[in-house]
Structures are given as structure tokens and as C-alpha cells.
């Protein structure tokens, strides 16, 4: 199986969202990441079928989707980031409803609806109305309603909102053992939720894609360009200006920081393996000397409202 972006634009009135965006997915796991406002959702939303291009094609084994129509929607599951319930349903009767719109029986969904229940940890809340749900019950449902039809094509748009660590992490899991069979495309904030599973990284920004990988692929640029260091807190704004603070915390002596810089921004750090949040923020995070001096006055204030550095 193979899906293939070819050339995808996106225009809304005069604004450009996608600009000639093209890669090919084979399955596995592919995280798109990048930041707000940058089309993830726009091209989710255009591979899953909701909203044409402006120009450009989507191809499954070589076919246009606009010649499959239904076949190509029946080998879908799509989970937006806003899922429209009707909270005056149960969850059960929820996914039946849904379950008939892909063209279930009922008998194929009550199979299917027992056994997903049972991966996301709803199975003894499947009678409850889903207007009492919480924000990650809502989300583990979203994610049952998107696996209902066993689709060969599975777009989640930020699936692990609302989801505290152990059920992020059954999610990965889940995610990992139904990979080998279709393709995932996974968005998020969270580098985490891709950083150990991810077959591929997308990384969009303005409308392009910028670079397209393994996680090794991304990160081996970085070598020799990461670094941790332990500094006094007055030491912040200097590090800041010689490069990219990634990572921060209260440590012994001072701040125990992770930065992102061509040279070592201090006299005590020592070179660190990059990973892939070290990517993220070298691309994205651009500053200027005036931004890593409220960087660094913002950074302090949040460490001394935690508690207080140790001087």
C-alpha cells in the first residue's frame, strides 16, 4: 500500500495554507510535527477527505481519491481534532451510530466496539451518557470511533490531548501493533508520542514541508551542537543569547539547562546525544537578542514561583 502527496495547495481567499506539499507514506507511523497554524490540520483534513485542494493529488496505489470516492473513504479513519457527540447519547449508542455511517452491521460492530473498548479503558463506560465524559474519556472514544471500520488509513489529529501518561502510553503501544498493517499519520505537540514509534518525521512549517526523516536521519545534524550544563541562575540571559535553551530545571548550584548551539555556551557543559525535541526547537525557535532576554527573565520567574534557586 502506498499513499502519495503530489504538489498539495491550499488557498483560502488570498492565503496560501499549503504550498506544494508532497511525500509518500508507506505503512508504519509518521509524526507531523510542526507549530500552530503551520496546515497539519488543513492536510489532515484533505486526506481524509473533507476538504478538496486547491491543486495537487492525493494517490492510494496510484489511483486519485477523487476517482476511488468510496472506495477511498471506506479504508479511512480520521480522528479530527474536535469530535462533534451528541451528549444525550451514550457512548455505546454513539459508536453504533457511527458504526453505521462506515457501513458496519450491527453484529460487526458490537465485535469491534467490545474489543476497542477493552484497548482504550472504556469497557465499563460504554453505557454512560458522553456529555458526562471527561476531555480524556472523549478522546480515548474519538480514537474507538476512528478504528471502528478497521481502516487501512488512520489520520489522528493530536489523539494524546487530554490523555494522562499511562493512557498516552497504551495509546503508543496500541499504535505500534496495529502499524505494520496501515498506515499512521500521526500530528501532535507532544515530540514524545512519536519520538520512539515514528517510522518517519514530517516537519511543516508555513504551508512546506521543511524536512522529512528518521528520527537518526534528524538528529545526526546535531552532533557536537548539544549541550548540558549546569550555570548559576544570573547566567541564563549570556547562555540564551549564544543559542537555543531547549530544556530547564532547578538543579544543585544553579539551573541544569539544555541547549542548542554550534559551540559549548559555557566553560562546564558537556556535549549531549541530540534528540529529537533538539531538532524541533533548532528549527523552529528563532529569536532575537531582545526575545532571549524575556526568555530568560520569564525562565527565572517561573523557577523562583516553583520554589526558589539554590544560590
Not at 449508542?93 to 457511527?98: D, R, S, V
Not at 500521526?186 to 514509534?197: A, E
Not at 549564544?242 to 539551573?255: F, P, S
Request: proline share 4%.
Amino acid at each position: 500500500m502506498e499513499l502519495k502527496l503530489c504538489g498539495i495547495v491550499q488557498d483560502f481567499g488570498r492565503k496560501r495554507i499549503l504550498d506544494h506539499v508532497s511525500f509518500t507514506m508507506v505503512p508504519g507511523i509518521y509524526g507531523l510535527l510542526g507549530p500552530n497554524g503551520t496546515g497539519k490540520t488543513t492536510l489532515m483534513r484533505i486526506l481524509s477527505d473533507v476538504l478538496q485542494p486547491t491543486g495537487g493529488k492525493v494517490l492510494l496505489d496510484g489511483m486519485d481519491k477523487s476517482e476511488l470516492n468510496d472506495q477511498y473513504r471506506a479504508q479511512l479513519g480520521y480522528l479530527p481534532q474536535e469530535l462533534g457527540m451528541y451528549n444525550h447519547f451514550t457512548a455505546r449508542k454513539f459508536l453504533h451510530y457511527i458504526a453505521a455511517l462506515k457501513g458496519l452491521s450491527k453484529e460487526e460492530a458490537d465485535e469491534r466496539i467490545e474489543d476497542l473498548a477493552k484497548t482504550v479503558n472504556l469497557e465499563n463506560e460504554l453505557d454512560k451518557k458522553c456529555g458526562k465524559y471527561s476531555g480524556g474519556m472523549k478522546r480515548r472514544l474519538g480514537i474507538m470511533q476512528a478504528m471502528l471500520n478497521n481502516p487501512r488509513i488512520l489520520i489522528l489529529d493530536e489523539p494524546t490531548v487530554g490523555l494522562d501518561p499511562m493512557e498516552r502510553v497504551r495509546f503508543r503501544n496500541f499504535l505500534t501493533e496495529i502499524a505494520s498493517e496501515r498506515i499512521v499519520l500521526l500530528s501532535t505537540h507532544i515530540v514524545s508520542d512519536i519520538d520512539h514509534t515514528a517510522k518517519q518525521v514530517l516537519l511543516m512549517k508555513q504551508g512546506q514541508l521543511l524536512r522529512q526523516g528518521t528520527i537518526g536521519e534528524l538528529t545526526s545534524p546535531l552532533r557536537g551542537e548539544v549541550w548540558q550544563a549546569v550555570v548559576p541562575d544570573r547566567q541564563l540571559a549570556r547562555i540564551a543569547e549564544k543559542g537555543i535553551v531547549v530544556n530547564m530545571q532547578q538543579a544543585e548550584g544553579g539551573l541544569d539547562l539544555r541547549v542548542v548551539s554550534k559551540e559549548a555556551p559555557c566553560d562546564s557543559a558537556v556535549a549531549a546525544e541530540p534528540c529529537l525535541e533538539d531538532v524541533y526547537m533548532s528549527i523552529f525557535q528563532t529569536m532575537t537578542p531582545e526575545s532571549d532576554d524575556r526568555l530568560a527573565k520569564s525562565a527565572i520567574a517561573k523557577v523562583f514561583k516553583r520554589g526558589g534557586i539554590a544560590r
